[in-house]
């Protein structure tokens, strides 16, 4: 078994990216990989609260997202300065997140085997 | 060393398709291996076997299908991202009814799990675009 740490920095429904981001991440978690995800800059976006998807045809990513406890995808992090930034707090998030500096990301990257970008 | 690459960017869109390719060489030519390249997200408009270049610009996907001749290097393209953006093998088309035969010479599709499977074989996993 290896650690995954999957780093998501686009906004939600830009194209199918996350859509198919999710897949990769529900697959490896499917081999019974140890996964994790890292939401920095934009990507903080896709768990943002109170999306209406529908209105612009596009799927609702986040909905997926909570479907991820179901395959032990339980370690959601995001970087302080990337909520800040864009006016953002933890509470407006639908799924808790794990809160690092930008000045432990690196550390935090450290732990994992394979890190993908995303 | 080992190493799986994904490939996430068209040809047109970026140069990072280009860079892996340069980078698998360059690996290849020090005594690496390189277990799998797989085609993620746009990355699949690499595997167009009709994509027809001016003679004068880089052949993207026949350097891609040499590279595989040339060192058995497994070329893989995700089924899902191949489907959305309409690049069906012949077996897949029949299969749907459509009458595409889309995929170049070294190039195979197959599932994400060949993409989990080349980051647990690897020692080193790369992702370019």
Known sequence: MKSYLFVLRKPAHSGAHVQ?????????AAFDQKVSILL??????????????ENIGMKDTAAIFNALEIYDVNDIYTEVESLQERGLKPGDLCLPVQEFYRKDIAG??????????? | MKFAIQVNTSPYQSNAGHTAYQFINAALMQGHEVFRVFFYHDGVYHAFKYATPPDDELQFTAQWSELARRYQIDLVVCISAAQ??????????????????????????????????????????????
């Open chain 2, 84 to 129: 959305r953006r309409g690049l069906l093998c012949s077996d897949e088309a029949k299969r749907q009814g459509k009458q595409d035969d889309d995929l170049a010479e070294g190039f195979r599709i197959s599932g994400l799990g060949q993409l989990v499977e080349a980051t647990l074989e690897a020692d080193r996993f790369i992702v370019f675009g």
């Open chain 1, 20 to 28: 198919e981001m999710l897949d990769i991440i529900l697959t490896t």
């Open chain 1, 40 to 53: 920095l800059d934009d990507g903080v976006f896709q768990l943002k609260n109170g999306q209406h998807p």
């Open chain 1, 108 to 118: 935090l990257m450290k732990r994992f085997d394979v890190i993908f970008a995303g």
